[in-house]
């Protein structure tokens, strides 16, 4: 077995989440408030199929008032991956877990298949499924990408999500440099 880029990083939360428009904010993430550990390893099985896990961990503050007794909560979620890439196909599954300070509970998980006909054209087949608590969801995939030129691809998506009957359809603009 051969080791692959395995990493460590740290991250620092730089988002607000709204009180819903209610004037106690006893949930109210200020900005830089908690610090957040992300932590990651991949490792090369053979050639062409990787595994990949990480585990993220957040602090939240809580601001002090009538409902709440805690002045802070962690986060956490836990991700595995298993890759495989056979030349210009790509398959992979992904499983995800995670826990709230909210006590909102949940997991994912994503089949996909990737192929690659030319360094300039790609299609994507992918399946999620979604359950946070009593809520499940089913999501369906198709995506075309296309290479405009060395850093600029366009991305054209259509994703079926049953569960809240709904269809969308997207096209992106993906820069790189």
Request: hydrophobic fraction near 40%.
């Amino acid at each position: 077995m051969e080791a692959s880029d395995s990493f460590f990083g740290l991250y620092d939360t730089y988002f607000n989440s709204s009180n819903n428009g209610s004037n106690e904010s006893n949930a109210f993430k200020e900005l830089n408030d908690g610090l957040g550990i992300d932590l990651a390893a991949s490792i090369l099985l053979f050639d062409g199929f990787e595994a990949r896990l990480g585990v993220a961990f957040e602090e939240v503050k809580f601001e002090p008032g009538p409902n709440t007794q805690l002045e802070s909560d962690t986060d956490h979620q836990f991700n595995t991956a298993l890759i495989w890439k056979p030349g210009p196909l790509t398959l992979a599954w992904e499983l995800d877990t995670f826990h709230r300070s909210n006590d909102i509970n949940g997991w994912n998980t994503m089949l996909l298949a990737n192929y690659a006909f030319s360094d300039f054209l790609s299609a994507t087949l992918r399946y999620a499924h979604v359950d946070v608590e009593e809520e499940r969801s089913d999501i369906y995939t198709l995506a075309m990408l296309m290479a405009v030129n060395d850093h600029f691809d366009l991305n054209f998506e259509y994703n079926r999500v049953e569960g809240d009957d709904l269809n969308q359809f997207a096209v992106q603009g993906i820069v790189s440099y």
